[in-house]
């Protein structure tokens, strides 16, 4: 099983430029998540989902965008990207809103 | 929304000493408590839970307390070895729910001196 896979690992962005990161899950886990981790601080949930078609905004949504088209892919736009969003983020699922498994974390930098 | 806080946020244990760090919650409809424990540069992973069905959990030198009446739970790790050396976040959710997912606490940076 490869779990929860995150890509890419690290980014450099210029401010202003858009990117998705792409999370996928191979344990048909229905909850996903997008948490966002800045240096030394705390994990801050961006959005989760708790089913295909179906999302939800977290602590800090703003400036972000998430779909769930499917069980297991659950993709992360950034748009106009700032260097307030310079941060590592990690994905997670989960099977209800217990264990929560990460994936590896993409490292993005915006400059 | 819940709210957890976590202390103290750095911790220095001499190798062999106990470690204790404690979290307290505002929501008293949480019902799952878990602990992550993060080295440097890798994903957080789980090492030991407690629902509020329980007062109380071990697992070889981990162990986790919670008291449901005062809104708090502890980690503890007794003979801390320097593997031990990484940040440890608890967090809460009511499980069930659709609408509750986990909340982090700010970490605890722990320190193990050989």
């Known amino acids: 099983n490869a779990g929860v896979t995150q890509t890419p690992k690290f980014r450099i962005l210029k401010i202003g430029q858009s990117m998705t990161l792409q999370c996928t899950q191979d344990m048909n886990h229905n909850y996903m998540y997008w948490y966002r981790q800045d240096p030394g601080m705390g994990l801050k949930l961006i959005y989760y989902s708790v089913g295909a078609g179906i999302t939800d905004k977290g602590e800090v949504p703003n400036g972000y965008n998430v779909s769930r088209s499917t069980t297991e892919d659950f993709p992360l736009r950034l748009e106009l990207a700032a260097p307030s969003q310079t941060s590592v983020y990690f994905c997670a699922s989960s099977y209800s809103f217990s264990e929560a498994f990460f994936g590896q974390g993409t490292r993005l930098t915006v400059v | 929304g819940e709210n957890v806080e976590q202390h103290p946020s750095t911790l220095s244990v001499q190798e062999g000493d106990s470690a204790v760090i404690k979290c307290t919650y505002s929501?008293?409809?949480?019902?799952?408590f878990p602990w992550y424990k993060q080295e440097l540069g890798k994903r957080p992973q789980l090492i030991i839970d407690?629902?509020?069905?329980?007062g109380e959990k071990k697992d070889q030198r981990i162990a986790v307390t919670l008291n449901k009446t005062a809104k708090h739970f502890s980690l503890h790790i007794t003979e801390t070895q320097p593997e031990d050396s990484a940040v440890y976040f608890c967090a809460a959710s009511i499980e069930t729910s659709g609408n509750t997912p986990l909340v982090f606490g700010k970490g605890t940076r722990l320190s193990v001196i050989a």
């Open positions: 929501d008293s409809a949480s019902n799952y």
């Open positions: 407690i629902r509020s069905n329980v």
